[in-house]
């Protein structure tokens, strides 16, 4: 799953996008809309995310960005004849909510691309509702392997869903990137290892700890919670008991910060480490001021340190949201760009209008997307996976993450 969320945004929501004349035309099984209301072509980009619930700040932070995104592509008519649109439905984190969206976002004849899920368990749900309607679908945050090269990735990689692609790196990166730091900077030998049992934490932790067992290191305890709860303590026991001088949890922040806090509470004065899902403010509110010195790995370098996204973080703050781009801003920005920069060659490639297949034509032409974005080089493999297989190393100080470590791992 996820640059931090430093802006303090209180300003009211931003103006609808800007609507621009042209001609255009109508398929009824997926290639956008004539606008009768003002002439022009309206193209829809959906959203899934979780609006609601306990991991909403990172899914407004998804849909505020890509919002931001259709408005930008609509006042520089980055598109001729095209007005982009954004339709934002809630999954709240839920596999089965998110398979219901994706096929209400199928039913949308405007909609010829989708942003999101944020959890690799909902992707899973969505993949091949939206591959059978040749929908294609960008995720700004999933990062389990098996989304793209297949339930055996690690022994053969294999392309199920054509129609899939990610601007966020893969565990198989992120989880051995992690056991690196821990094993050679920290000097971490003796870790217990804590995973919530969903498609993304457990592959999470999976690979993290194949990473580190082959560095030297010692798995000291494993052990799964159920994310339902947040009364850890019988778990906490367990991690003072075993020894361990760092804990790595698979998992997202709202079980991440109790779980932290209830280890130092029984006594374990250790680090919690954790990938993208426990990179959020929203974590060290829940964690409190013992979860300073804990670790989370996150995609990418951090945003505001980028020259190429100072232009969003300034754009983001002028469009008013009021809640921060988080973690998955940047991503989510590039996710929409890259449907809007697909469109835009579907349409030239038409003589200036949407062909009859446009949806099996945009997607068709996402794979050979390539642009400079906020997150920096914005293009994909063979497999629809991002290029861009950098990834930072965030700590808890003076209640804010801090990067400390920026790299790319090799194996």
């Not at 297949?150 to 056991?179: E, H």
């Not at 029984?266 to 480490?273: D, E, H, M, Q, S």
């Not at 996976?385 to 190393?393: F, I, R, S, Y």
Request: with cysteine.
């Amino acid at each position: 799953m996820r640059q931090r969320s430093l802006i303090a945004i209180t300003a009211a929501l931003a103006a609808g996008a800007l609507t621009l004349t042209a001609c255009g035309s109508r398929d009824e099984n997926g290639g956008g809309s004539s606008d009768s209301g003002n002439g022009g072509t309206t193209v829809v980009i959906g959203v899934d995310a979780p609006l609601t619930g306990d991991l909403s700040a990172l899914g407004l932070g998804i849909k505020n960005s890509v919002d931001l995104a259709a408005k930008i592509a609509n006042k520089e008519k980055t598109v001729a004849g095209v007005t982009f649109k954004v339709d934002a439905l809630d999954d709240q984190g839920q596999p089965s909510v998110g398979q219901q969206n994706a096929t209400k976002l199928v039913a949308n004849d405007e909609v010829l691309g989708v942003v999101g899920p944020l959890n690799s368990s909902v992707g899973e749900s969505m993949q091949k509702v939206f591959d059978a309607a040749q929908l294609v679908e960008v995720s700004p945050a999933n990062t389990n392997p098996s989304l793209t090269q297949g339930l055996d990735w690690q022994n053969k990689q294999v392309r199920t869903y054509k129609s899939y692609f990610r601007t966020a790196t893969t565990d198989a990166i992120q989880g051995p990137f992690a056991a690196e730091y821990l094993y050679n900077n920290s000097k971490k030998r003796k870790v217990f290892v804590i995973d919530d049992k969903k498609t993304y934490g457990a592959g999470l932790a999976g690979t993290f700890t194949e990473a580190f067992k082959k560095l030297g290191g010692d798995v000291v305890g494993t052990e799964h919670i159920n994310p339902d709860t947040k009364d850890f303590n019988a778990v906490a026991a367990k991690v003072k008991k075993s020894g361990a001088d760092v804990v790595y949890y698979g998992g997202e922040y709202p079980q991440a910060g109790p779980l932290s806090k209830q280890i130092k509470a029984a006594g374990a004065k250790i680090p919690l480490v954790g990938g993208d899902g426990i990179y959020s403010a929203d974590f060290i509110k829940l964690a409190g001021a013992t979860g300073t010195g804990d670790l989370a790995t996150s995609v990418g370098a951090p945003v505001e340190d980028l020259p190429s996204a100072k232009e969003f973080v300034a754009n983001y703050k002028d469009g008013g949201y009021k809640e921060d781009y988080e973690a998955y801003g940047g991503y989510s920005y590039d996710s929409a760009w890259a449907i809007i920069e697909a469109v835009k060659q579907v349409v030239e490639d038409n003589d200036g209008k949407l062909p009859d297949d446009a949806r099996a034509k945009v997607t068709a032409a996402m794979q050979n997307v390539s642009f400079d974005g906020v997150t920096g080089k914005v293009s994909f493999d063979e497999f629809g996976d991002a290029t861009n297989k950098q990834l930072t190393v965030y700590a808890v100080e003076n209640g804010d993450w801090s990067a400390v470590s920026s790299g790319t791992y090799t194996g």
